[in-house]
């Protein structure tokens, strides 16, 4: 059964960093790509980036780019969203995901592309 567990979150004040961790299990991890999606109070569920299977392309919603780097590690089941330059408006609880297809050449934008889903970490960014 598929399974996917992220940890990381907490109170960061604005211009902070904080990494999320997302760990998989169930199955075969390196056959598909990741991604890190957020919602925040009353908004839809929004694309933050993803990362295609082997690691090899990245994509990241404008409102990120340059502040936001997603990596994994294939070896031990593992996506991370390193966050840099953290505003307000990025307070929100983060979801990773798992696509429902393997080996897409790219990673693909909608939540229905994702089928599994972890239970979400709350980032807080306040002064």
């Known amino acids: 059964q598929e399974q996917l567990v992220e940890s990381g979150g907490g109170l960061v004040q604005p211009g902070g960093s904080l990494t999320l961790s997302c760990v998989a299990s169930?199955?075969?991890?390196?056959?598909?790509?990741m991604a890190w999606f957020r919602q925040a109070p009353e908004k839809e569920r929004e694309l933050v980036g993803g990362i295609t299977w082997s690691g090899r392309y990245t994509e990241y919603a404008d409102s990120v780019k340059g502040r936001f780097t997603i990596s994994r590690d294939n070896w031990n089941n593992t996506v991370w969203l390193q966050m840099d330059s953290l505003k307000p408006e990025d307070t929100a609880v983060y979801y990773c995901?798992?696509?429902?297809?393997?080996?897409?050449?790219?990673?693909?934008?909608?939540?229905?592309?994702?089928?599994?889903w972890g239970q979400g970490t709350q980032v807080t960014v306040s002064s």
């Open positions: 995901a798992i696509d429902r297809l393997q080996q897409r050449p790219r990673v693909v934008v909608g939540k229905d592309n994702y089928d599994y």
């Open positions: 169930g199955r075969v991890f390196p056959l598909y790509a």
